[in-house]
């Protein structure tokens, strides 16, 4: 009888160390998966530096893009991927955010609000390129913007709004409900549940949200190309109407040239992109560690 | 809505058994129903709550004893598939009616929830965001709302030296007192309180019920409660709900506590409190 079985102890003893064995096995498993990233990004560095940092200097920094490599620089890039990354808050995080307070919660759940929402998904998967494309007719051309970095900024946000939209929404779903009905039963309106209860609530994962779709927002190429970023820009942009490049173009210019001091300059140029990214993300948690510290 | 309501003058007005006869009516529930999309939840629920007593709403689970606290304070409005028939008179006012305001009904109707659930924020925060939303902004006014309120609820003492510290810091019990004196804070008339003490220890829930009695000498208390000690401990009339088959509930007797403890007259409202049905 199998309940029998079940029950002595001998089987019982045999059947709890497999599952010790098991499980061992597994985080095995878990701890080789979490550092083969580890590893896998720890080699990407040591080549970029290997080849990199020897490039890396104040003129490098500080230089315009040049046939001759040791004396090239990426100030414009540079001050391109600013003004584009500054352009693009701008323009996308109150729409997303706005967008993600009605569909959560003003839209009551009908017809319109579920379409609206099936599309935002849907955008979020949308190729980069498109983006592109899009920005190149809608921008570039129809708006009569130019290849300028107004259009750029433009373009980017549309390609992060689903991405800011969705993780604002998924931050507004995890507050609980009761905040909401709390603020509601004090004589709250919907904005002010919204602005008072909800928001501060949310406003850490929001965060983390905006700031994961800027970073893609700085780290994509496809869709400046598209609208005809340029690659050579010998002066530093003056106003978002200049046309522009960023620091990915740069790179993908670079290493697009047979040359190896090329390769090594845009491997240069990724140490400096890296850091944006790695400053960005020290923001983020200054940031959330400073609203938690607010908001607890 | 005044929140400098003199409580000196109020205490001193003491309530003879006469006047205990004479409370008239603050919440008249006239021939109520509810609807959850199409699916009748309450039906023609009619009872009179007096005013400055405690009223126990009693029943299983799941017999729409919060549902009907909630349309008291018409939280249903933001649900779409909501919709209620009959009248709530709040002194002579249906509050159900489309013409009142739902944010200055909510001023005058308070609510405590199952859970405790307290803003994140501090213990200040929590107690004046009722006052700000209304447009208090005089920071000598808002301490002062912040301390009488807390006074109320026997907390002040516990947390006059920690009022800038987060709420979510303080016990389960206290957070719960901290969600009545937010509630008492805007100066209600009605309290409506929903299992304030399900998540609670015997020592809070004591507490509690304690002062709930003394918050009837100002206000008029509805209190949902599955626990009969608590009912029989703190209520002065009681409401017992019950659905029957049809999952339609209904009110089965509405009477003094003394009589429906003692004897009831509806032989399930007998069952239910003797711990045999439900």
């Not at chain 1, 003893?13 to 896998?40: M, N, P, Q």
């Not at chain 2, 126990?56 to 909630?70: D, H, N, V, W």
């Not at chain 2, 969600?179 to 009605?190: G, H, K, N, T």
């Not at chain 2, 659905?243 to 004897?263: C, P, T, W």
Request: contains cysteine.
């Amino acid at each position: 009888m199998e309940a029998r079985d079940l029950l002595d102890p001998e089987k019982l003893k045999l059947k709890v160390k497999r599952r010790r064995k098991i499980d061992k096995i597994f985080s095995l498993f878990a701890l080789f998966a979490s550092l083969l990233g580890l590893l896998l990004l720890f080699a990407f560095f040591i080549s970029l530096i290997v080849k990199g940092a020897s490039w890396l200097s104040l003129s490098f920094l500080l230089g315009t893009p040049s046939r001759f490599p040791e004396k090239a620089g990426i100030l414009p890039a540079l001050v391109g991927s600013f003004w584009l990354i500054i352009l693009t808050a701008i323009f996308s995080i109150p729409l997303g955010i706005g967008a993600a307070i009605f569909l959560e919660e003003y839209s009551k759940k009908n017809f319109i609000a579920r379409f609206i929402q099936i599309n935002i998904s849907n955008l979020a998967g949308v190729p980069s390129v498109v983006y592109g494309i899009l920005g190149l007719a809608v921008f570039v051309r129809f708006l009569a913007l130019g290849r300028s970095i107004i259009a750029g900024s433009l373009t980017m946000s549309l390609l992060v709004l689903p991405i800011i939209i969705i993780a604002t929404q998924e931050a507004l779903k995890m507050v609980p409900k009761t905040i909401r009905e709390a603020s509601f039963s004090l004589g709250a309106s919907q904005w002010q549940t919204v602005r008072y209860a909800v928001l501060p609530v949310a406003f850490p994962s929001i965060l983390t949200g905006i700031i994961l779709a800027l970073a893609r927002a700085i780290g994509e190429t496809a869709p400046l190309i598209a609208i005809g970023a340029l690659s050579y820009v010998a002066y530093v942009p003056r106003s978002p109407a200049d046309p522009f490049t960023v620091l990915p173009v740069q790179i993908y210019t670079w290493v697009s040239r047979p040359q190896k001091e090329f390769q090594d300059l845009a491997a240069a140029a990724i140490i400096v992109l890296l850091l944006l990214f790695i400053l960005l993300n020290a923001l983020v948690v200054f940031l959330r560690y400073q609203s938690r510290k607010r908001v607890r | 809505m005044s929140f400098r309501l003199n409580l000196s003058t109020n205490n001193q007005e003491k309530k003879t058994k006469n006047e205990e006869l004479s409370k008239k009516d603050k919440l008249i529930v006239s021939q109520f129903s509810f609807y959850y999309a199409n699916k009748k939840i309450l039906e023609n629920i009619s009872l009179s709550i007096k005013e400055n007593s405690i009223t126990s709403i009693i029943g299983p689970s799941g017999c729409g004893k919060t549902t009907f606290l909630k349309a008291i304070n018409r939280l249903h409005d933001e649900n779409i598939f909501a919709r209620s028939e009959g009248a709530i008179f709040l002194d002579e006012e249906n509050i159900l009616s489309k013409k009142v305001d739902v944010n200055l009904l909510r001023t005058k109707i308070g609510m405590v929830f199952q859970k405790p659930n307290p803003f994140p924020g501090t213990i200040y925060h929590n107690v004046t965001f009722g006052p700000k939303l209304f447009g208090v902004k005089n920071k000598e006014e808002l301490d002062w709302i912040c301390e009488s309120s807390l006074r109320k609820v026997a907390l002040w003492n516990e947390v006059k030296n920690k009022l800038k510290t987060p709420a979510s810091a303080l016990s389960g019990g206290q957070q719960q007192r901290l969600c009545i004196a937010r509630a008492i804070a805007m100066e209600p008339e009605v309290i409506l309180m929903d299992e304030p003490c399900s998540a609670l220890d015997p020592i809070s829930t004591l507490k509690i019920e304690d002062l709930m009695i003394e918050l009837k000498e100002h206000y008029t208390l509805v209190v949902v409660t599955h626990n009969m000690q608590q009912a029989s401990r703190i209520s002065d009339y009681v409401a017992f709900f019950y659905a029957g088959e049809d999952q339609i509930a209904r009110l089965v007797e509405y009477d003094k506590a003394s009589k429906i403890f003692v004897n009831p007259s509806n032989p399930l409202t007998e069952k239910y409190i003797a711990g045999r049905l439900g």
